[in-house]
C-alpha cells in the first residue's frame, strides 16, 4: 500500500475500481464524467479508504475463502448464542 502513490497506473486502477464503493456508484459515475479526480475525491476520502482496507483486508479474505469453498458465512451456533431461552 505505501507505494501505490509511486505508480500511478496502480493507484489510478485502485481508486477506480474502489472508488464507487466509498462514494456510491451513482455518485461516483455522476463525477467522473464531467470532473477532474481531484476536484472530488480529497485526502480524507483516500485516507478512510486506506484505513477501511488495512483494517478489515483480512475479513474480507476469510469471507471470500468461505464462499468459494460453499460455506455459510453465518454459523448456526453463533446464532444460537444469540437467542435468549425464554423464546
Known sequence: MSNLRRDP????????RMGPAFMGVTTWAG???HTALSDFV?????????LTIANYHKRWEAI????GAGVSLV????CLENVSPNI
Open 75 to 78: 454459523s448456526l451456533s453463533v
Open 9 to 16: 497506473h496502480r493507484y489510478m486502477h485502485f481508486l477506480w
Open 31 to 33: 463525477y467522473t464524467k
Open 64 to 67: 471470500a475463502k468461505r464462499m
Open 42 to 50: 480529497n485526502v480524507n476520502d483516500e485516507g478512510f479508504l486506506l
